[in-house]
């Protein structure tokens, strides 16, 4: 009777770290960057069902990763921006003179560019001004698939990127009270890969 009760007791613990574990890490990606990150998707851009909030992640930079053994990771910033160097620092742009990759653009109505030359990392960023003298917001995306992912160049994975990023600076947008945003439609189709090597 003693040996039954406890292996009871047992059963009932594990199932209840199960269902913590489980409902922290839907929660942790509830609350990334303040609330604001745009998940739908997100398992399948970075191939894992086990993704969870990094430990250095505050509300204006989180990251995500995979829980497990898995490689998946993101990270995401979203910076107030009063210059268009910061725009520029995002897609990592700010020296002319460097050779770099060319962008695709988002379209769509967004100020904000793709850059998925590779097939395991993939970056992302867009910009929106609010009203006032040098006032505006930039989220930047920086994602890296797990090997058994759709590779990050491909369309459709290209495609979630872009609506992670924008979707995300919609939120922040409304979130910080960006007046006179001129924000973009959802993202439903992209131009052409256009990444280049220069």
Excluded at 33 to 44: F, K, T, V, Y
Excluded at 138 to 152: E, F, H, I, K, M
Aim: glycine fraction near 12%; hydrophobic fraction near 40%.
């Amino acid at each position: 009777m003693i040996v039954a009760g406890l292996i009871a007791l047992a059963l009932v613990a594990a199932a209840v770290a199960f269902l913590v574990r489980g409902d922290d890490g839907r929660d942790s990606l509830a609350s990334a960057c303040g609330g604001r990150l745009h998940d739908p998707g997100l398992e399948e851009l970075l191939g894992s069902a086990d993704l969870r909030l990094g430990d250095s992640s505050t509300e204006d930079s989180c990251a995500v990763k995979d829980a497990g053994e898995g490689k998946a990771s993101l990270k995401v910033e979203v910076r107030e921006a009063d210059v268009a160097t910061k725009l520029l620092s995002g897609i990592h742009r700010q020296n002319a003179h460097v050779g770099t990759e060319m962008v695709t653009p988002i379209g769509n109505g967004w100020a904000g560019v793709l850059n998925t030359s590779g097939p395991n990392r993939a970056y992302a960023t867009a910009y929106v001004a609010c009203e006032g003298a040098g006032s505006g917001l930039v989220v930047t995306a920086d994602a890296y698939r797990d090997p058994s992912a759709r590779p990050l160049n491909e369309d459709g994975q290209r495609l979630r990127l872009a609506r992670l990023t924008t979707e995300t600076l919609r939120n922040a947008a409304s979130g910080a009270a960006c007046k006179g945003a001129r924000l973009g439609t959802e993202v439903s189709d992209l131009p052409g890969d256009t990444t280049r090597t220069l």
